[in-house]
């Protein structure tokens, strides 16, 4: 795996490493155990990559020569600054974007599923998405979600929800703890993507003044609404082939 120069107890001074096949993939200059000056190899025994000082741009392999990542250096540390993210068992691109230290921390990224099909894109923040961002669905890549995220959840702010079937609106409102939680908010058909809810919430449940439609969008109940029932005054509509031909007062 290694030949070359140790100080207590790790890889200082020249150096060679190679691969589970004994092909040599890095010879240079090692410093505290990190690769430092020198020159990186793929499969076909040709130059990958180049660190000068601990930094620089390179690419990484597994023991099979598989790619894992390529991006940049900083102070003889992988990942800092762009780079890219591969799946081992198939060679599939998972994450595209910044990192600090070796996380996807800081900035905007992309990660990506199985079979190569986006899942994610937006802002990351302590290797956790934050900020605004963007999820879809593993299978179809339908957009499922658009909206803010804090410490990894859909958390704070506004956000809109799709049906991830078929990607039409189900959801227009704002989001607290991943909930459709406090303010105000729309609820849609996902068949037809007709309004058929707007007011506001509390603890995910329908609270305070509010409206109801029909499939149709016609109007069918304004009123209020306490812990997701209807409670207090209100107006229901009848509806008869699709036109609002009367009003019950209550």
Partial sequence: MFEGEYLNGER??????????????????YLNGKRWNGKGYNINCCIDFQIN?????GKEYNFYNELIFEGE???GDRWNGKGKEY???????????????????????KEFNYNGKLKFEGEYSNGKRNG???????????????GEYLKGKRFNGKGKEY???NGELIFV???????????????????????IFEGKYINGKRNGKVKEYNYYGKLLYEGYYINGKKNGKGKEYIVFLGVTQAKCFF
């Fill in 163 to 165: 049906n991830y079937k």
């Fill in 73 to 75: 250096y900083l102070n």
């Fill in 12 to 29: 200082n001074g020249k150096g060679k490493e190679y691969n589970y096949y004994y092909e040599l993939i890095f010879e240079g200059e």
């Fill in 173 to 195: 409102g704002e989001y607290l703890n991943g909930e459709r939680w406090n303010g105000k908010g729309k609820e849609y058909n996902f068949k037809i993507n007709e309004l």
């Fill in 53 to 57: 000082n601990g930094n620089g741009k």
């Fill in 132 to 146: 605004k961002g963007k999820e879809y669905n593993y299978k179809n890549g339908e957009l499922i979600f658009d």
């Fill in 87 to 109: 799946s081992y068992k198939n060679d599939e691109l998972i994450f595209e974007g910044e990192y600090v230290n070796g996380i996807r921390w800081n900035g905007k990224g």
